[in-house]
């Protein structure tokens, strides 16, 4: 039986960042094109001018309607909303226009400012809503005030009718699904493995690397003050994160926590982060939250067994805790460096961890997780 070749849509605003989404959208295009000779567009709405970061096949189209919806972010509160609502008008009459041209068997929102309407466009599509984030913390409106609550309740409730709307509504764990008890359309198909590697490491370095942006997300803050434990109970071991983002506030909490220069080194984005993992012998993920946790699977396919938080909710859906690496209570900096320093002194465990964690991290090859893609649109 010859599979069908579907025509496939997606909807997203820029892919000029060098963000986990960005990386997997176009991964998954690139493999649908080229794989399953699937005809792949993605719709922008910003950044036409600024060239796509990840490595894009040439058989995947991309539409940038030049929306700049961008503008938004200098605006004064007055000006932003009467700009939104006029480009958001602007937005539904070119995605219409788009859509009913192309005629796409399936329409894949990720979930930005199309969901208010996707539904409503009547071009024949089946339409997915793709989340890359945990519920908790998807538009998170801080403030306990009352105003803002009742706000924030207004706009769940009124993206919960547009959710239940959707052909389907993919999440990316077990515990993301039981999350929307609202909804009986989700399905759950995690990111795929962002690359394959050839080589595994040594385990030789005397080196833990911790990879992501810069920000509160990450945990840096915590991360580092549980170096200062491990730092006192070990000798020559060294910390080494790499990220992109402001550091300012955390090379001053090294230097505020007294820790050492030559072993703790806060680094720039990596072009080859693939090489740092490999030259190092044990990955740590001090993530307050993670909609999946990209690198854990990147550091596991290296051949690192990876110590993290128990955040919600991506860690546990990737590590199996004690077996290709430890998970340890979300937020609590002593049992974080508690692990560390098991690791650290335990090499037999920590290679054995290692070559589970290889092992392990296959069921997220892009083959796999491409797969259940292709059951998705078929059952659609």
């Known amino acids: ?43 922008l709405t910003d950044g036409k ?33 009467f700009f939104y609502l006029k480009k958001q008008h602007l937005y539904k009459k070119l995605l219409n226009r788009e859509l009913m041209r192309i005629r796409p068997d399936i329409t894949v929102s990720m979930l930005r400012r199309e969901i208010n309407f996707i539904n409503d466009i009547q071009d024949g599509s089946k ?70 590697s050839t080589r595994r490491s040594t385990l030789s370095e005397k080196r833990i690397i911790a990879v992501g942006r810069y920000c509160h997300e990450k945990g840096y803050d915590l991360l580092l003050k549980a170096w200062v434990i491990v730092q006192n109970r070990t000798t020559d071991w060294r910390l080494e994160i790499f990220g992109e983002g402001d550091r300012t506030q955390y090379e001053e909490m090294v230097d505020t926590l007294n820790l050492d220069r030559h072993r703790c080194i806060l680094n ?5 982060i693939q090489d740092e993992f490999l030259n190092s012998s044990l990955s740590v993920c001090s993530s307050k939250f993670e909609g999946f946790g990209l690198v854990i699977t990147e550091a596991m396919a290296c051949g690192l067994p990876v110590v993290s ?47 589970k964690a290889i092992e392990n991290v296959q069921r997220f090859s892009i083959d796999q997780i491409a797969g259940q893609w292709k059951s998705l649109f078929e059952s659609l």
């Open 268 to 272: 720039g984005r990596s072009s080859k």
């Open 49 to 81: 001018e600024k060239p796509i970061f990840y490595p894009l096949s040439d058989k995947v189209k991309v539409i940038n309607l030049d929306i700049g919806f961008e503008e938004l972010w200098t605006c004064s509160f007055l000006k932003k909303i």
């Open 309 to 355: 938080f128990d955040c919600p909710w991506g860690p546990r859906a990737i590590i199996s805790d004690g077996e290709d690496g430890m998970l340890v209570e979300n937020g609590n900096v002593d049992k974080l460096a508690e692990a560390l320093v098991l690791m650290i002194q335990n090499p037999k465990q920590r290679k054995a961890m290692a070559d």
């Open 127 to 196: 339409k997915i809503g793709e989340i890359h984030i945990n519920r908790a913390n998807f538009r998170n409106f801080e403030g306990n005030n009352a105003m803002k609550n009742l706000f924030s309740k207004f706009w769940m409730n009124s993206l919960l009718s547009k959710l239940q709307r959707l052909d389907r509504f993919v999440v990316l764990t077990e515990k993301d699904k039981e999350a929307w008890v609202e909804l009986k359309n989700v399905c759950v198909i995690p990111n795929p493995l962002s690359f394959t």
């Open 1 to 43: 039986m010859v599979s069908k070749q579907f025509r496939i849509v997606y909807c997203t605003p820029a892919l000029y960042f060098a963000g986990g989404m960005e990386r997997v959208l176009t991964m998954k295009a690139n493999y649908f094109a080229e794989h399953f000779g699937y005809d792949v567009t993605i719709i």
